[in-house]
């Protein structure tokens, strides 16, 4: 897909063998492809200085536009569309992801519970993925529309870097997907990303939020658990810890908050970010930490009692 | 003994005449209800931070003490902690004026049951003459989460009892009410511990309170901290966090200047490697 843009190879639009026209009946207005992902006639025409390839944004017609209105409604509908199709149930960031910078670099940590509605989807999931070398994202959300972004921002920094030779800076990449959300604002499209990573100019935490938001800070928790995670982050959290006890920082965070919030559970991930890159710690499971917090209690209760 | 409000035994009689509406007949024979004639002012939430937990040395209670109306802090120096006897100590949650009410009606027929029958009752009878006080409001918009904190009867030992209006009665180890009780559940997770002495349990109780306020909105101001023994309650001074926050923040100013030296001097490393590649 990405050496097909770069050729500019979709010149003429394609049509799948899956979406029959006869199934518009009698459109008004003729649109050019049925491809969801090449909507040609709303593309972005600003970004042609770009060697003359253009970045495609994925922009669906919006509902109040009179394209949509017109149209009849097909296999592909357009995000907003809440008449055809039902939700299974409420979305809520169901999951504890976290952030924060300290001396020797970036820490992420999530845990990995996928939840829908009352259910544990999955308890296996990863909601930490490494973009580049030196930059890693944490999602929460919609996982389907995280898992999606992710993969757009790969691509998109991939051909940044292949085009211009070095590699976009987080803040730039930040901006970037802000900017590609932005048309999905209004939608129930949910995506809420931590991007974690250290640049030119040191380590870097840009919280970017498919509702607009786009900051920068020094510690981030996104999700359901995230004021549990945040209580104890913010009485621990020092910028000169080393990188045990910032590991070990992090791990007791996720595991207060997958202890308190139903949403969040099963394992931790950890990543840290350095100069050098990312590396990825051994996923854990919070049972045994679970098991060996209670024993500890029971033990100083024992203790004090003697 | 409370009695029911009298409106209430006709309820049985409008039930029975019609078949749809078996137990909903209430809420409109209430003398209270009002979700019909007068609308709420702002949506109700327990804007507060209010704990308690139980250790060796009795129970500690804490709360802020910021009382606020939907984005106005209504006042900044209101009392989320209201003794109800010597040995009794209520924490309260939801609406300031319900609670409020409460509490006094509480400590009424705590002190008539007393005086009728020569000893006091019990924490978990006070807990459950309160249940089923608020019972007969259930489902109106009254909104009170209160937590009692007291002693067991006859023996040494502490108690602690959540109620709340929606019907919910829990005998429990630890609690934390209202909208910044997330931030105080995880501190206070980590650190309590049955075997705690009283200074340790009031700085984390303390710490505790000061992390919502921290970052909860409708949390703040000062934090109140009550001590119940089997001897009665003690209360510490109101303590101003603000007095904290500026502690904290002149630690982070120091932190955040080492720091961009430190980063300042590592990127210029870094830069340097980048282009030599």
Known sequence: ?306 | MWTPPPQLQNCSAVSSEDPFLTSFSLPTCLPFASSQSVPLPFPMAHGTTTLAFMFQGGVMAAADTRSSCSGLVACPASQKILPIHSHLVGLTSGTSADCALWKRILARELRLYQLRHGRRLSTSGAAKLLSHMLHPFKGTELCVAATLCGKKMNLSGPRLFYVCSDGTRLRGMLFSVGSGSPYAYSILDQGVHWGLTVDEAKSIAREAVYRATYRDAYSGNCVDMYHITSKGWTRRNREDLKEEYYREKERRKHEKTERRDRVMVESEENWQEYHED
């Open chain 1, 1 to 306: 897909m990405a050496l097909e843009d770069v050729c500019s190879f979709k010149e003429r639009p394609v049509q799948h063998k899956w979406f029959s026209f006869s199934s518009l009946g009698d459109a008004a207005i003729p649109f050019p492809t049925s491809d969801c992902y090449n909507l040609r006639y709303s593309r972005l025409e600003t970004s042609e200085n770009n060697c003359g390839v253009p970045l495609h944004f994925f922009i669906p017609p919006l509902p109040h536009s009179s394209s949509f209105i017109n149209r009849p409604l097909s296999s592909f509908c357009p995000p907003k569309n809440s008449m055809t199709v039902q939700k299974p149930f409420r979305l809520a960031h169901g999951t504890t992801t976290l952030g924060f910078i300290f001396q020797g670099g970036v820490i992420a940590a999530a845990d990995t519970r996928a939840s829908a509605g009352g259910l544990v989807a999955c308890p296996a999931v990863h909601k930490i993925t490494p973009i580049h070398s030196h930059l890693v994202v944490t999602s929460s959300g919609s996982g389907a529309d995280c898992m999606l972004w992710e993969r757009i921002l790969i691509r998109e920094i991939r051909l940044y870097q292949l085009r211009h030779g070095h590699r976009l800076s987080i803040r730039a990449t930040a901006k970037l997907l802000s900017s590609m959300l932005h048309p999905f604002k209004g939608t129930e499209m949910c995506v809420a990303l931590t991007l974690c990573g250290w640049d030119k100019s040191g380590p870097k935490l840009i919280y970017v939020c498919s509702d607009g938001a786009r900051l920068q800070g020094d510690v981030f928790s996104v999700g359901s658990g995230s004021p549990y995670a945040y209580g104890v982050l913010d009485r621990e959290l020092r910028w000169s810890l080393s990188k045990g006890e910032a590991i070990s920082l992090a791990r007791e965070a996720v595991f207060r908050a997958t202890h308190r919030d139903a949403y969040s559970g099963n394992n931790v991930d950890l990543f840290h970010i350095t100069a050098q890159g990312w590396s990825q710690r051994k996923r854990e499971d919070l049972k045994e930490e679970y098991y060996r917090d209670k024993e500890k209690k029971g033990k100083k209760k024992n203790d004090k009692l003697k």
